[in-house]
């Protein structure tokens, strides 16, 4: 079982930088994907990036590829967010998610994948 909280949200203008914290209580942390996903008003769901246990193979949205990473502490049981460059349209809630990393060369890019989620954090960004 894990539980996860995201932190770092707030308001930012277009062009600024924000980071996310997903930080997580629960043992084997480091043995589960991480994704963060996002909702802005009145729009679905969507995938924003997702790393797997390792802290190498990560995978973005197009339209967050090359302004957003996705870093990862695993000693602090922690998966951030840095998101650089933002646009207005990057303005929704974000939040992490988690499931097991059974090894799988996959990445897990549908809210379906995932067993544990936070309960939000909200960016929005002015212009």
């Known amino acids: 079982q894990v539980q996860l909280a995201e932190s770092g949200g707030g308001l930012v203008q277009v062009g600024g930088s924000l980071r996310l914290s997903c930080t997580a209580s629960g043992r084997a942390f480091s043995s589960y994907v991480v994704g963060w996903f996002r909702q802005a008003p009145g729009k679905e769901r969507e995938f924003v990036s997702t790393?797997?246990?390792?802290?190498?193979?990560?995978y973005h949205a197009d339209s967050v590829k090359g302004r957003f990473t996705i870093p990862r502490d695993n000693a602090k049981n922690t998966v951030y967010l840095q998101m650089n460059s933002l646009k207005p349209e990057d303005t929704a809630v974000y939040y992490c998610a988690a499931r097991r990393d059974y090894g799988t060369s996959v990445y897990f890019i549908q809210s379906d994948d995932y067993n544990y989620w936070g309960q939000g954090t909200k960016v929005t960004v002015s212009s």
């Open positions: 790393i797997k246990r390792s802290d190498i193979s990560a």
